[in-house]
């Protein structure tokens, strides 16, 4: 929609003087700054809209109220357009309000209202001028989302939001709530009648018919008071000569239901035949100015006519335009275009497909892209509007835009919609961004057929399609095969096929795993992506890019190259991942707080993106949270719904996270044989899994093995993943395999090689924040930092309970420390296991549990298991991981 017809939406109509006034409603109305709702409900055709624009004229000069006004129709039932245009509204009014719902509906992937309206409700509340927000002909909007969301904005209203809704209809909201508190004033139908003295008004004193008392008083039976009944009565009887008037007024009316057809009839057959005819061409027009007139009609000087026909008030209602356009553009009141449009496809069938087609390619030559479709495909010329549509495809598409594609492509004949290219691959970008990856295939079959063999640069493109969906699948040779093909073909001088071709290429690398390389190629196709306009790219780039830098160990780069998002993008769904890459590094800096409601926040944005990928993040990263502050329940329903989604289809990746995390939360829980199941069918090695999560199933199966007392495996496992996280500079990965390593030759009584490592994993954390790595090591760990009695080692045990605190600066008091596997046994003692079940838990036999359950009767100096659990829970043994 271009600029001029997107402000019209938002003025109030032209107020005109010379109405009759309305002083009674004008003085009901003017106690609407009382209230945080005043409906104003009656039949078309009452006078609602002049009222209200007579009542605010008035209001915002005696009580300093600023009026943001929207007029709806049909189109407007869409969550997002609807409060996009109502944030203009806002906007227009005061500044200062309703500038970042602007910017996050207007997004490729608008943002979730409900928040918005948060944001929005403050914004107003902070200001000290009223705020009066008028939307006109609500009858249109029939989505409850919208009446939802509506009611949550008044019930939710600072004291100096005030809404009017004009309505023809009983909007569903909970009037009689608001009613019965005081917080509705309600201007209805018998308000709105003309009494006589207002019709003596409009008849005798602003048309000067001269009607006698009698005659008035028979159109006002016969209208029961409608204003524009009375209107259009006195211009059918403007013409008549007294000794025909009183016989048109006993004619008038017949049936209340006829009356406004009928008089609009007397008055377009007193029109001269041009007029007449124009009138009908330009009714096929939503909006029209003189130039788009003279188009459709094929003559000149519509401008001029337009200008009379305002003039003479014959329903054509002037519109507000901006600054630089230099047309008047003008819409028909809705019941004479209605009517006209009626007479047309009566009259003119044959001719109705032309006027629409004329239309399309006036706003096409202005670049209106958008109208230009839809008169075309109102036209029935599917070729034009195939042109258009397929020009316009992917601008739509990064703008948000899909469900306007989807639906105009479903408006073409199969024929033709499978000669599109450029739609079809925008449309599989749009499927693929939105994580609806199993829908992507019949487009980009259907693309290949199609491309011209020499269009290199759309060829390119379709490459860059098939490598995101290789790498969303772990065909990782294939990705880089088709990301690399993407950027040859790419022509020097065309930046959406390189802005693409780059970053498929950079999306390749990181699921390979090959960091530094998928950083250099992110980095490098930001600004193209920037250049080429393609916000969505360059959105997750931003949040792929933090998450390698996590990887990598640098926190702060990872912070720096997210933040920016966080705040320009704050409510754009897309922008979901890089609040979660954003929580990711807030626990690692054990700031769970922050990171839970900066996780929400994501979690919000992915679900209204439906990016399962994002969604399943959000939830093993919520996870991660609640097993750290102890909610073992939240953290596996948590962990549950992340594994509902990653089962609907999500990059491989993704899954080594969440067996990661449920190994972890098992072995906090001591279910050593629910987290050997979880990683049945997972290989030991770190190449076992590519891409970012390389290493995580890894440590997940060294964690096992400490646990089952198996501390020299881990130590052999954890040399190998240290050796590879090294050497791809994955320094992230390095740190929590040293602090493993740390347990493990800590168990095997190491205390060198233990100490070594920790103070190493401390040297490499420090600088950069890393905290809840140590944290997630227990009790144990604390004692291990307290024995290092470096500065680091300090500030990282002040992270501790201080119950673990001051147990790691007091020596055991058992004489000899238990070993690994007693451990194991006591957490499953302590879990009422017999041996036989503790035996198929570790997997060792009954006569190897009973031979430590006596070596550990003999450390605890106990002789039964009740007493040994009670000696266990004195030393906090339970509290050790």
Request: with cysteine.
């Amino acid at each position: 929609m271009s600029e001029s017809l997107l402000i019209t939406r938002i003025a109030p109509p032209a107020y005109r003087s010379h109405l009759v006034p309305r002083q009674r409603i004008v003085a009901q109305l003017r106690n609407l700054i009382d209230v945080p709702l005043t409906l104003i409900s009656a039949p078309a055709g009452f006078g609602k809209t002049t009222a209200m624009l007579e009542a605010t004229s008035t209001l915002c000069q005696r009580a300093s109220a600023a009026l943001a006004w929207l007029t709806l129709d049909e189109d407007d039932n869409d969550p997002i357009h609807f409060w996009r245009y109502v944030a203009l509204a806002m906007h227009s009014a005061i500044n200062t309000c309703g500038a970042a719902m602007i910017e996050a509906l207007a997004g490729p992937q608008p943002a979730p209202v409900r928040p918005l309206l948060v944001a929005t409700i403050n914004e107003i509340g902070s200001q000290e001028q009223h705020l009066v927000l008028v939307l006109d002909d609500y009858h249109f909007i029939d989505l409850p989302a919208i009446h939802d969301d509506l009611t949550f904005l008044l019930e939710h209203a600072p004291p100096n939001l005030h809404g009017v809704i004009i309505t023809r209809t009983e909007p569903p909201l909970p009037l009689h709530r608001w009613r019965a508190r005081g917080q509705l004033l309600e201007v209805r139908m018998d308000d709105l009648r003309f009494d006589l003295m207002e019709a003596a008004e409009l008849l005798n004193g602003i048309m000067r018919l001269g009607l006698d008392e009698e005659e008035m008083a028979i159109l006002l039976r016969q209208t029961e008071g409608w204003p524009a009944a009375l209107y259009l009565a006195g211009l059918a009887l403007r013409e008549d000569d007294l000794a025909t008037r009183r016989q048109r007024i006993e004619r008038l009316a017949q049936s209340n239901r006829f009356i406004i057809e009928y008089l609009t009839e007397e008055i377009l057959a007193q029109q001269p035949p041009d007029v007449h005819e124009f009138l009908l061409c330009i009714s096929v027009l939503e909006r029209f100015c003189g130039p788009l007139c003279d188009a459709v009609t094929g003559r000149s000087g519509s401008a001029a006519l337009l200008e009379s026909l305002a003039q003479r008030n014959l329903f054509l209602l002037p519109l507000n335009t901006a600054a630089n356009d230099n047309e008047r553009w003008f819409r028909f009141h809705r019941l004479l275009g209605g009517l006209l449009r009626g007479q047309l496809s009566r009259t003119h069938s044959a001719d109705t497909p032309i006027l629409y087609r004329r239309a399309a390619a006036w706003h096409a030559a202005r670049g209106d892209i958008e109208q230009a479709i839809e008169y075309a495909l109102a036209g029935r010329d599917f070729d034009a509007a195939t042109h258009l549509l397929d020009r316009a495809a992917s601008t739509l598409v990064m703008e948000g835009r899909a469900a306007l594609l989807e639906r105009w492509l479903n408006l073409l004949p199969d024929e033709l919609r499978q000669t599109l290219p450029h739609a079809s691959i925008a449309f599989a970008w749009a499927l693929i961004l939105r994580g609806r990856y199993s829908e992507v295939e019949p487009y980009i079959a259907q693309a290949e057929t199609i491309i011209p063999a020499d269009d290199t640069a759309l060829h390119g493109e379709l490459h860059a399609v098939h490598a995101v969906l290789a790498e969303i699948k772990g065909q990782l040779a294939d990705a880089l095969h088709h990301a690399q093909q993407a950027l040859d073909l790419a022509p020097s001088d065309h930046r959406i096929a390189h802005a693409v071709a780059k970053t498929a290429i950079a999306g390749a690398l990181r699921a390979a795993g090959d960091v530094n390389a998928a950083i250099v190629a992110y980095e490098q196709a930001a600004p193209l992506c920037v250049a080429a306009r393609l916000p969505l790219p360059a959105l997750l780039g931003r949040a792929h890019l933090s998450m390698l830098y996590l990887v990598q160990g640098r926190l702060r780069n990872a912070e720096a190259t997210v933040q920016p998002v966080l705040t320009s993008a704050a409510f754009m769904p897309a922008a979901g991942p890089a609040f979660v890459a954003y929580s990711a590094l807030l626990i690692e800096r054990n700031q769970l707080d922050e990171a839970r409601q900066q996780l929400q926040h994501a979690l919000n944005l992915a679900q209204q993106s439906g990016h399962t990928a994002a969604l399943a993040q959000c939830f093993i990263y919520l996870a991660r949270i609640q097993r750290a502050q102890g909610d073992i329940a939240g953290a596996q329903a948590a962990l549950d719904a992340a594994a509902a989604y990653v089962a609907q289809g999500v990059p491989v990746w993704i899954e080594p996270m969440l067996i990661a995390e449920r190994v972890h939360l098992y072995l906090d829980q001591g279910a050593v044989t629910k987290a050997r199941r979880a990683l049945t069918g997972h290989g030991a090695h770190s190449d076992s899994v590519a891409g970012v999560s390389r290493e995580a199933v890894p440590l997940a199966r060294a964690r096992l093995l400490l646990h089952q007392g198996r501390s020299a495996d881990a130590r052999a496992l954890l040399d190998e993943v240290i050796a590879s996280a090294e050497a791809s500079d994955r320094q992230g990965r390095v740190i929590e395999a040293l602090v493993l390593r740390t347990l493990a030759n800590d168990a095997l009584g190491d205390e060198s090689a233990a100490l070594d490592d920790l103070q190493r994993a401390v040297t490499l954390a420090a600088p950069e924040g890393f905290v809840r790595v140590f944290l997630d090591a227990g009790a144990r760990m604390a004692k291990l930092l307290h024995r290092t009695g470096s500065t680091a080692a300090h500030r990282l045990l002040e992270a501790f309970p201080p119950a673990i605190r001051e147990r790691s600066a007091t020596p055991s008091e058992l004489s000899e420390p238990l070993s690994e596997r007693e451990r194991a046994i006591l957490r499953l003692m302590a879990r009422g296991l017999t041996y036989r079940q503790i035996a198929s838990e570790l997997v060792i036999s009954i006569n190897t549990v009973r031979y430590h359950v006596k070596s550990l009767y003999s450390k605890l100096q106990v002789n039964s298991r009740t007493l040994a659990l009670a000696r266990a829970r004195d030393l906090h043994l339970f509290d050790e991981a």
